[in-house]
């Protein structure tokens, strides 16, 4: 599937920060490392309704 620059961009937003909360989740055994954990997975949740929006109206993707 071809994407364009916009939709790249969406996802390296989302992908920066679900990295630092798997990163975080992962060095620590702790609360605040759970909560990261289950705000990662919220992120993933958010940026595949973000991109599918995007797919939705954008022309050049596809
Ligand atoms: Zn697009």
Redesign the pocket.
């Known amino acids: 599937m071809k994407?364009?620059?916009?939709?790249e961009a969406i996802r390296a937003g989302y992908m920066r920060d679900i990295q630092y909360l798997n990163d975080h989740a992962e060095r620590r055994h702790s609360p605040a490392a759970a909560a990261s954990a289950n705000i990662a997975r919220g992120a993933r949740h958010r940026m595949a309704q973000a991109l599918n929006h995007?797919?939705r109206r954008?022309?050049?993707?596809g």
């Open positions: 994407t364009c620059r916009r939709f995007h797919l954008c022309r050049e993707c």
